[in-house]
T-cell receptor, first 116, second 113 residues
Framework: GAVVSQHPSRVICKSGTSVKIECRSL??????MFWYRQFPKQSLMLMATSNEGSKATYEQGVEKDKFLINHASLTLSTLTVTSAHPEDSSFYICSAGSGGDGNTQYFGPGTRLTVL | GESVGLHLPTLSVQEGDNSIINCAYS??????FIWYKQESGKGPQFIIDIRSNMDKRQGQRVTVLLNKTVKHLSLQIAATQPGDSAVYFC????????????FGKGTKLTVNP
């Protein structure tokens, strides 16, 4: 149980284009999902908390107009990187809370974004 | 890109040996802790968790120890195998508060055959 998927797993795009990444909880409902960014050899950096049916909560320093988050259902959250630039190239990972006792998060496999 | 001055702690062990990975957490109010394993190019995988009312918890080949006095967490892996090679992260959370997890820097474990 507690499987989280992400799509696509890898994307290469031109500078100035927008990229959408989907995160799905496959076997449980997640009222809260989280989006992280990870640079090589570094830890995960929380970008935002995605709440079903309401606006996402962004961490300090993360541009909400740059990284659009939509959590339309209990099993799907999307992250759109708008007008991507090479510095947005990174590994983006989502997670979903299990909803059980404790705040365990289960992670998706990640999306490697490369902006040319 | 990678920030200047940051480095990932590393641990190298021989196959069959026991491994101990340490983590110092930051918030004395944290009461829930998780260890994750991350293989190259993949998302973190849940290994084991522990609540602050416990000081030890065992899983299959893994044991987590919690010392609240010094805010220290460790992960012990018995009979380490090449498949255990990965980066290991500890994460902390405060129940009753935000669901956000705070991640440690990570430790890269390399198992030599």
């Amino acid at each position: 149980g507690a499987v989280v998927s992400q799509h696509p797993s890898r994307v290469i795009c031109k500078s100035g284009t927008s990229v959408k990444i989907e995160c799905r909880s496959l076997d449980f409902q997640a009222t809260t999902m989280f989006w992280y960014r990870q640079f090589p050899k570094q830890s995960l950096m929380l970008m935002a908390t995605s709440n079903e049916g309401s606006k996402a909560t962004y961490e300090q320093g993360v541009e909400k107009d740059k990284f659009l988050i939509n959590h339309a259902s209990l099993t799907l959250s999307t992250l759109t990187v708008t007008s991507a630039h090479p510095e947005d190239s990174s590994f983006y990972i989502c997670s979903a809370g299990s909803g059980g006792d404790g705040n365990t998060q289960y992670f998706g496999p990640g999306t490697r974004l490369t902006v040319l | 890109g990678e920030s200047v001055g940051l480095h990932l702690p590393t641990l190298s062990v021989q196959e069959g040996d026991n491994s101990i990975i340490n983590c110092a957490y930051s918030n004395s109010a944290s009461d829930y802790f998780i260890w994750y394993k991350q293989e190259s190019g993949k998302g973190p995988q849940f290994i084991i968790d522990i609540r602050s009312n416990m000081d030890k918890r065992q899983g299959q080949r893994v044991t987590v120890l919690l010392n609240k006095t010094v805010k220290h967490l460790s992960l012990q892996i018995a009979a380490t195998q090449p498949g255990d090679s990965a980066v290991y992260f500890c994460a902390e959370n405060t129940q009753g508060g935000s669901e956000k997890l705070v991640f440690g820097k990570g430790t890269k474990l390399t198992v030599n055959p």
